[in-house]
């Protein structure tokens, strides 16, 4: 039963990401590829990164029909639907998994999708593929959701999880072009960047984030094995800079020290960056990452407001962050910042108080969104009530809620428009002043 592998982004369909130009390779269906192929599964993938919706349609189209896997997430929800429709059209079994489908099953059910993978997919894929998709086998397979004959739609309880990840194969990388990605970085940036990962998970409760994958867990590799991954991908690539995709790199002080000996032992050093939590970063780490070739750190800062950030349970200080950024700067190190407008009960003082926070902390680069409730987590139980549609679910993200009393989209353009200015490299006073007054004129302003 061959098993076609894709996850329908498009990057020709995003000018935004077309604009900064900084893809990486799939690494989740990378990985479930590598697992199902080391159990003698026929696994074939489409990256449609570079590739098109076109091209993807005409493949299923032209069969032979057998089964599609498809990861979504919250970017990608109208075209995991359509995928899943032409797939339904033309014979194929259609699998679902990551994120977005997780969390929203029963639509994606409804949509065309045969059944989900809520969940860490390895266990679960390599369970469904070794009984050829028999629904009689359905039940008995951990962390999947599907409709019966009959329309009563069944979850099988959690998902397992692997246990020892040092035992998984490394990406499938070798089965998407690479050096594409690498160009496509090297064309716009004169450098280019490989992604890894070296855990799953992340045991921390920001009560906005999602675990809808790995759960609250955190699950680890050991230090030799990703310094052979790395050894690896610095020999079969020649990348300029490596991205590591873990949710927070520094987590265990103790691994990357050993990380980092390992390294060395092997004459090894690459540039880097990754991310981390302030709490999770003292002067001995900062100095770790430097000798390790860390470029740019960044920080999940959110907000400059000590009552914003616990009642986000972000589970951080105001201080630390400020402590982080400096600790980073001694020791040569760039610092990104994300931050976060409009959480729930956010005032305009709570949006001076993140100004005053961004400038006393200069960071290199910083990125402001706001705040958008994800399904499956507290933030969006506690605001569900308020949670208004303005545009049908299946043309729509999770982005696109309204919350009925927040401040309005145009407010936060007057935040970021303030912030930005107090930001420049020769504050003009004028426009500060314009910037604050309209965020003042506009503090009325709801959304419906």
């Known amino acids: 039963m061959k098993l076609l592998l894709t996850h329908g982004y498009f990057l020709a369909d995003d000018p935004k990401e077309a604009r900064i130009m900084k893809p990486y390779a799939p690494l989740g269906i990378l ?38 896997g498809i990861y979504g997430n919250l970017m990608t929800r109208g075209n995991v639907l359509d995928l899943a429709a032409r797939a339904r059209a033309d014979g194929w079994k259609t699998i679902l998994g990551g994120p977005e489908p997780t969390n929203y099953a029963e639509e994606y059910l409804a949509a065309g999708a045969d059944l989900i993978v809520a ?13 050829r998709l028999d629904p009689s086998s359905w ?41 594409r990605y690498l160009k496509a970085w090297r064309d716009r940036h004169g ?34 094995s990703v310094v052979s991954e790395v050894a690896w991908i610095l020999e079969r690539y020649q990348p300029d800079m490596l991205w590591f995709a873990d949710d927070v790199f520094t987590i265990h002080h103790g691994w990357i020290t050993e990380y980092e000996s390992r390294m060395r032992a092997r004459g090894l050093r690459i540039p880097f960056e990754c991310i981390t939590r302030a709490d999770r970063l003292d002067a001995r780490m900062a100095e770790t990452l430097a000798r390790l070739g860390c470029f740019r750190v960044w920080i999940g800062s959110e907000s400059g407001s000590q009552r914003i950030l616990d009642a986000m349970q972000r589970g951080v ?28 009960g956010e005032e305009i003082s709570d949006i001076e108080a993140t100004v005053e926070h961004v400038k006393m902390c200069r960071p290199d680069v910083f990125f ?21 549609n303005v545009r049908p679910w299946r043309e729509s993200t999770d982005r696109d ?48």
């Not at 201080?319 to 729930?344: D, H, P, S």
Request: aromatic fraction near 8%.
């Open 31 to 68: 990985s479930l590829s590598a697992h199902l192929r080391g159990k003698g599964f026929e696994v074939e993938i489409y990256d449609s990164t570079f590739g098109s919706r076109a091209e993807l349609f005409s493949i299923l189209d032209s069969g032979p029909a057998g089964v599609l």
């Open 119 to 131: 969940g860490e997919g390895e266990l679960a894929m390599e369970r469904l593929m070794a009984a």
């Open 139 to 179: 039940p008995d397979i951990p962390g999947i959701v599907f409709r019966t004959v009959n329309g009563a739609l069944v979850r099988t309880g959690s998902p397992q999880q692997i246990s020892n990840l040092d035992a998984q194969p490394w990406p499938d990388r070798e089965r998407v072009d690479i050096p």
């Open 191 to 224: 450098s280019g960047s490989v992604s890894l990962i070296t855990a799953r998970g992340c045991p921390y409760h920001c009560n906005w984030c999602s675990h809808s994958v790995y759960g609250q867990s955190h699950r680890r590799r050991s230090p030799g």
């Open 317 to 344: 200080t105001v201080e630390q962050v400020r402590k982080a950024v400096a600790l980073c700067k001694q020791n040569g190190i760039q610092t990104g910042m994300f931050l976060m407008w409009g959480y729930e």
């Open 368 to 388: 402001t969104t706001v705040s958008y409730p994800i399904k499956g987590t507290p933030y969006f139980d506690r605001v569900a009530p308020k949670l208004v």
């Open 401 to 448: 809620f309204s919350i009925r009393g927040r401040h309005s989209r145009r407010f936060y353009q007057h935040a970021d428009e303030l912030l930005k200015s107090e930001m420049s490299g020769e504050p003009d006073a004028e426009k500060i002043r314009n910037a604050r007054e309209s965020l003042e004129r506009t503090r009325e302003e709801v959304e419906a």
